[in-house]
């Protein structure tokens, strides 16, 4: 059982550029969200979806977009990378956003962005 | 939004001791959760209590919701505790996390 599958484990950009952030889970959980933790602080909430078609917007989504066409997947996409998104990326799922739920979280993706 | 703090920020500890890590939230919650991250960045669950308390092994973890706090015990430090400890509440679909409290277990 992979659970939550985050690629790539590192990556460097320039400024401007774009790439997309995948993240996977084989647990059947509708609900997926995506974080960054910056040096000294906690995980902060970009996007998060309740289940396949529908989205929404964290404390801090700015620069970033994302979609939930399956159930399984749930990329983040930088469309012109900043130095800001200089970051850990977290990826995290569980069955449902509400009560008597665990959230299980990938392994995250350092991005530096130059 | 909700607010969620830990305390203390920082806890150096010499192995075989207690330690007593805090949470307080500002509103009423639905869940909480304890992590571990440990010194490679990975995020383990410790504990799902949204109410009432929890024990595993030297870890156990209470939460008082009336009165919006959760505290995590751990006995008999190890060096293997090392890293940074959060809290995590959700409310309105959204979970939140605390700004940790760094832990350094020390032989």
């Known amino acids: 059982n992979a659970g939550v599958t985050q690629t790539p484990k590192f990556q460097v950009l320039k400024t401007g550029q774009s790439m997309t952030l995948q993240c996977a889970q084989d647990m059947n959980h509708e609900y997926m969200s995506w974080y960054r933790q910056d040096p000294g602080m906690g995980l902060r909430l970009i996007h998060y979806?309740?289940?396949?078609?529908?989205?929404d917007q964290g404390e801090v989504p700015n620069g970033y977009n994302v979609s939930r066409s399956t159930t399984e997947d749930f990329p983040l996409r930088l469309l012109s990378a900043a130095p800001s998104q200089t970051s850990v990326y977290f990826c995290?799922?569980?069955?449902?956003?509400?009560?008597?739920?665990?959230?299980?979280f990938g392994q995250g993706t350092r991005l530096t962005v130059v | 939004g909700i607010q969620v703090e830990q305390s203390p920020p920082d806890l150096i500890l010499q192995e075989g001791a207690n330690s007593t890590l805090r949470c307080n939230f500002s509103?009423?919650?639905?869940?909480l959760q304890w992590f571990h991250q440990n010194p490679w960045g990975q995020l383990i669950n410790l504990f799902y209590i949204p109410s009432g308390t929890k024990q595993n092994g030297r870890l156990s973890a209470t939460t008082v919701a009336t009165e919006r706090y959760s505290l995590l015990y751990i006995s008999s430090s190890q060096t293997t505790d090392s890293g940074v400890y959060f809290c995590a509440v959700e409310n309105t679909d959204k979970l939140i996390f605390g700004t940790g409290t760094r832990l350094q277990v020390f032989p």
């Open positions: 995290a799922s569980s069955y449902s956003p509400g009560a008597h739920t665990e959230a299980f």
């Open positions: 509103d009423s919650v639905n869940n």
């Open positions: 979806s309740v289940g396949a078609g529908i989205t």
